[in-house]
């Protein structure tokens, strides 16, 4: 089963309340990867770095089986820059500077060996590149997931609504759901955003879950309660890797798979936090990502008399 990866690789500096780092391998893209390659290879990655992207993390990547014949290398420019400041409820924070750089004349091209891909993640990108990979598919992938975030709806709002019409699945936090459909209430939200081309769409509320919406249906997936958070940069990029991963492994895009998926996705998101950067996503193993998913089926697990 072959998966598509669209999105940045980046270096971001971060400050949470439990420290700071300036400059730390960061991005869309690579956060998916990471998650992703531990349900499905190859994962073919489609993205843009500068001259100072290191060597040795495109060799992590390859060793996890994702295909880097898609990540332009640009000699003279630097790598997309991101820093932000996270507030002391770590579920909310600040972006301090987003410097494109090499990102600014990304013309992302989609190489031949990837086409015939089955699914396409679209990580958090310009709505415009979004599209453009999407139209250079010669066949049209059996699911199509994107993510985006505020700072494109504020730029570039009538982009992302094109790039909407063409995808089955948005995933977005709470506050950008309100943002894009101009309702408070989630449930109107995501009527109004499903009307706007997706199919399904997730709302993701950090440390309180993840909502699916799909017709008339809506399914909740907790965030697993964890006694340390170091570092929720990323949280949103690996629980995309998890859903779209798993939703690839077992082929089957059903509402009730997705469920299973979401919750893939959470738990992914999980050890994501606990490191800053991807650090945590470079060491767990099959084993404890299977101990994890375990947790959260203990977690939500209740037997109940109706009365
Ligand atoms: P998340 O915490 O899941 O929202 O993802 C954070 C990652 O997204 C960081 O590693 C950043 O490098 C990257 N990022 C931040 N802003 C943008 C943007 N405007 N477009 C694409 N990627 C971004």
């Known amino acids: 089963m072959s998966l598509i990866t669209v999105g940045t690789m980046a270096f971001d500096a971060i400050e949470t309340p439990f420290g700071k780092v300036d400059r730390i391998v960061g991005g869309s893209a690579t956060y998916v990867a990471y998650a992703a ?18 060597e040795e993390e495109l060799n992590t990547l390859r060793a996890r089986g ?73 066949t049209r992938p059996k699911l199509i997931v994107m993510d985006t975030m505020n700072f494109w709806m504020d730029v570039a709002m009538d982009d992302l609504k094109e790039t909407l019409t063409l995808v089955d699945v948005l995933l977005v936090n709470d506050g950008e759901a309100r943002q ?22 997730i709302i993701k509320k950090g440390e309180h879950g993840a909502l699916l919406f799909h017709e008339n249906h809506v399914f909740f997936a907790p965030a697993l309660p964890l006694e340390d958070v170091f570092d929720p940069t990323g949280a949103g990029d690996t629980f995309a890797g998890g859903f779209i991963g798993h939703l690839a492994k077992t082929k089957d895009i059903h509402f009730n798979n997705m469920k299973r998926a979401i919750i893939v996705g959470s738990a992914m998101a999980s050890f994501c936090v606990e490191k800053f950067g991807p650090e945590r996503l470079r060491e767990i193993t099959k084993r404890e990502i299977d101990e994890r998913i375990g947790a959260f089926v203990q977690l939500v697990n209740f037997d109940i008399d109706l009365v």
Not at 180 to 201: C, D, N, T, W
Request: glycine letters at 6%; aromatic letters at 10%.
């Open 66 to 138: 994702v295909i880097t014949d898609g990540i332009e290398q640009v000699p003279d420019k630097k790598s997309f820059f991101w820093s932000g400041r996270y507030h002391t409820d770590m579920n909310s924070r600040d972006t301090l500077v987003t410097d494109l750089n090499v990102l600014a004349d990304f013309n992302p091209v989609v190489p031949d060996s990837y086409q015939g891909s089955e699914f396409l993640m679209l990580g958090n990108l310009m709505p415009k590149l979004q599209t453009s990979v999407i139209r250079q598919l010669t």
């Open 180 to 201: 894009l459909s101009g309702e408070y209430s989630l449930v109107k939200a995501a009527r109004k955003i499903m009307q706007m081309g997706p199919r399904f769409l």
């Open 37 to 54: 390659s531990n349900f499905v290879t190859p994962v073919r990655q489609i993205s843009i770095i500068g001259n100072d992207f290191p």
